[in-house]
C-alpha cells in the first residue's frame, strides 16, 4: 500500500504538471466561453456510480477531453466577467500542497503550521489597510460567508442576549441599511441570522451608484423613531456591479451618531490599498468594526480565499463564534486556543487556505500587487476613452476601479422601448459570448440593463482590450 502511494504521486507528478502547462501556454489563443449547452454536458457526465476503481490515466484523461475544453475560461485575460481573476501559478500549486498535507485548520493541534500562517496572513492584510495592532481576523469561504461572519457579530453587539434567547429577546426589531447596490450575500445574511430579509434597508444611490448619505440618515431616524434597533450599517468598497466605492468616512460618522456597527464590504476594493495612487479612495476604511476582503478576487489567490476583519481584536469573533466542546477542549496551557480558528466563524474543519495567501504575498509582495492593481485601473480607462469615441456607445458611472459599465444607445436603440433597449444589450453580450473570443457581463443599472466589463486578469494586456473593442464594434454591426 505504501509503495503504491508513492507510487501514485510520482505518477500524478509526471502526468499532471503537463495538463497545467499545456493549459497555461494554450490560454491566450483558446475561447474564452466553451460552445457546449447544458444538454451536451449532462450526456457526457451521465454515468453510473463507478463499481470499480478506473486507471489514474484513464481519469486524467476525461480532464483533458471532457473537462478542460469545456470549463469556463476564467484565467482567460480576455475574461472580462466578474470578480474572478486568472489564479496565480504559485496559488495552483499551492492548492495541491496544503492538500498533501490536509491540515485541519479548525483547531491548532490539527494544524500547528496552518493556524499560524493564517494569523500571519490575517496580520498582513490587517496591516495592508492600516487597521490597527489590536485588529484580528479568519479566512472564510469567500465574501459571502465573510459577511455573513460579521453580520453576526453586528447582531450580537446590538443585543447580546440574541446568541442565547434567540430575536424574541430583543427590545424591538432589528434593521441592516446598506446601499441598493450591495451584494446580493448581504440580503441572505440579515435572512439567516434570523432578522428576515425586510429588515435589510435599501438605501438610495446617486446618480454614480454610491450610496446616499442623506437618505440613510432619514431612514435610520425613522427606524428609531418607530422603536426599531439600527444594528449595521454596511458600506461597499468596490460595489459588484460597478465597481465604486461608498464615502467611507461619513458612513463611520453616521455609524457613531447612532452607535451602529458599521461593517465594510471590500471583498473586491480593498486590494486598492495595495497602490499608493489609489489608496487614498479607502480613506475611512479603518474606522469599520469589521472588514470583509476576498483575496480570491484581486490578489489572484485561486478560490477559495475570503476574509472577515475585525478592529477590536479576536475577542470580537469569539463573542459570537466560541464553544468548547469536550472533543476539542482538552487544556493545553492556553495561548494555543487562542489559534483555534473554528472558535471565530461558522466552519469546523477548515482547509489550510492561509497558505496559498501566505505564498501570494510572498511571491508578489505589496509592490507586485500595486503595480497589477495600477495597470488594470489603467487598462479600464483606456477601454472607457475608447468607448467614449465608438459610435452609439454610452458610459454609465465613472471608473473608480477596474470596472467599466455602459450601454449601446445609437438613435436607433434609443427610440425604442425600455425592454426593447434591454434586449440589444443583452444581444450584443449573447453574440460576443457565442464568438467565444472575449467574455463580458451586464448587470442592470438606473433600471436599464448594460453591459459591465471588469478587468481582473494580471494577464490582460492592451491588445486583449482591443479584441473586446474590436469584437463589440462588430457584435453592433451586425446586430
Ligand atoms: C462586493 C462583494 N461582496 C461580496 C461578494 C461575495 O463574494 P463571494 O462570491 O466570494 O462569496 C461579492 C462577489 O462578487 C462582491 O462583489
Known amino acids: 500500500m505504501t509503495d503504491?502511494?508513492?507510487?501514485?504521486?510520482?505518477?500524478?507528478?509526471?502526468?499532471?504538471?503537463?495538463?497545467?502547462?499545456?493549459?497555461?501556454?494554450?490560454?491566450?489563443?483558446?475561447r474564452v466561453t466553451p460552445p457546449s449547452t447544458p444538454a451536451e454536458l449532462e450526456k457526457l457526465f451521465d454515468e453510473p456510480l463507478p463499481e470499480n476503481g478506473v486507471a489514474i490515466e484513464e481519469i486524467l484523461r476525461r480532464f483533458r477531453e471532457?473537462?478542460?475544453?469545456?470549463?469556463?475560461?476564467?484565467?482567460?485575460?480576455?475574461?472580462?466577467?466578474?470578480?474572478?481573476?486568472?489564479?496565480?501559478?504559485i496559488g495552483v500549486w499551492a492548492?495541491?500542497?496544503?492538500?498533501?498535507?490536509?491540515?485541519?485548520?479548525?483547531?491548532?493541534r490539527n494544524g500547528p503550521t496552518s493556524a499560524m500562517i493564517e494569523a500571519r496572513v490575517i496580520r498582513w492584510l490587517c496591516d495592508l489597510l492600516e487597521y490597527g495592532s489590536r485588529s484580528f481576523g479568519t479566512l472564510a469561504s469567500g465574501g459571502s460567508?465573510?459577511?455573513?461572519?460579521?453580520?453576526k457579530c453586528a447582531r450580537d453587539n446590538a443585543v447580546a442576549t440574541i446568541k442565547d434567547r434567540g430575536l424574541r429577546s430583543a427590545a424591538g426589531d432589528l434593521v441592516v441599511y446598506a446601499s441598493e447596490q450591495c451584494h446580493y450575500s448581504i440580503d441572505k445574511s440579515v435572512d439567516l441570522l434570523g432578522l428576515g430579509r425586510e429588515s435589510l434597508r435599501k438605501i438610495p444611490t446617486d446618480e454614480r451608484f454610491h450610496i446616499r448619505v442623506d437618505a440613510l440618515a432619514e431612514q435610520i431616524a425613522s427606524d428609531r423613531g418607530a422603536g426599531r434597533i439600527p444594528c449595521c450599517i454596511v458600506g461597499v468598497a468596490g460595489t459588484t456591479s460597478t465597481g465604486v466605492i461608498d464615502p467611507l468616512e461619513d458612513l463611520a460618522a453616521i455609524a457613531r451618531e447612532y452607535q451602529c456597527w458599521y461593517h465594510i464590504d471590500a471583498a473586491y476594493g480593498g486590494s486598492l490599498a495595495f497602490s499608493?495612487?489609489?489608496?487614498?479612495?479607502?480613506?475611512?476604511?479603518?474606522?469599520?468594526?469589521?472588514?470583509?476582503?476576498?483575496?480570491?478576487?484581486?490578489?489572484?489567490?485561486?478560490?477559495?480565499?475570503?476574509?472577515?476583519?475585525?478592529?477590536?481584536?479576536?475577542?470580537?469573533?469569539r463573542d459570537s463564534f466560541d464553544m468548547s466542546p469536550e472533543y476539542l477542549s482538552e487544556d493545553r496551557g492556553g495561548a494555543d486556543v487562542e489559534f483555534d480558528f473554528f472558535r471565530y466563524g461558522q466552519m469546523g474543519t477548515r482547509r489550510f487556505n492561509s497558505l496559498k495567501l501566505w505564498m501570494a504575498?510572498?511571491?508578489?509582495?505589496?509592490?507586485?500587487?500595486?503595480?497589477?492593481?495600477?495597470?488594470?485601473?489603467?487598462?479600464?480607462?483606456?477601454?472607457?476613452?475608447?468607448?467614449?469615441?465608438?459610435?452609439?456607445?454610452?458610459?454609465?458611472?465613472?471608473?473608480?476601479?477596474?470596472?467599466?459599465?455602459f450601454h449601446y444607445l445609437p438613435d436607433s436603440v434609443s427610440r425604442l422601448d425600455g425592454i426593447e433597449q434591454d434586449r440589444v444589450q443583452q444581444r450584443l453580450q449573447q453574440t460576443i459570448e457565442r464568438s467565444g473570443e472575449a467574455w463580458l457581463t451586464t448587470t442592470v443599472l438606473h433600471g436599464r440593463r448594460a453591459m459591465r466589463v471588469n478587468i481582473n486578469s494580471f494577464l490582460t494586456e492592451q491588445r486583449h482590450v482591443d479584441v473586446l473593442l474590436n469584437a463589440l464594434r462588430q457584435a453592433a454591426f451586425t446586430l
Open 95 to 108: 492548492d495541491a500542497l496544503s492538500s498533501l498535507l490536509n491540515q485541519n485548520a479548525g483547531a491548532w
Open 361 to 405: 504575498f510572498k511571491f508578489m509582495g505589496v509592490r507586485g500587487y500595486a503595480q497589477a492593481v495600477e495597470r488594470q485601473i489603467e487598462l479600464t480607462n483606456y477601454l472607457a476613452s475608447q468607448l467614449d469615441q465608438m459610435p452609439g456607445f454610452k458610459r454609465v458611472g465613472q471608473v473608480e476601479t477596474a470596472v467599466c459599465c
Open 145 to 151: 460567508e465573510a459577511n455573513l461572519i460579521a453580520l
Open 4 to 30: 503504491d502511494f508513492v507510487e501514485q504521486h510520482k505518477l500524478l507528478a509526471r502526468l499532471v504538471p503537463q495538463i497545467i502547462n499545456d493549459y497555461a501556454a494554450a490560454l491566450d489563443s483558446r
Open 66 to 89: 471532457d473537462i478542460e475544453p469545456n470549463a469556463m475560461g476564467v484565467p482567460s485575460p480576455k475574461y472580462f466577467g466578474q470578480f474572478n481573476p486568472t489564479p496565480l501559478p
Open 276 to 317: 499608493s495612487q489609489h489608496k487614498e479612495k479607502l480613506r475611512g476604511i479603518a474606522l469599520a468594526d469589521s472588514i470583509t476582503f476576498d483575496p480570491h478576487k484581486w490578489m489572484f489567490v485561486p478560490f477559495s480565499c475570503g476574509a472577515t476583519l475585525v478592529r477590536d481584536g479576536g475577542r470580537v469573533l
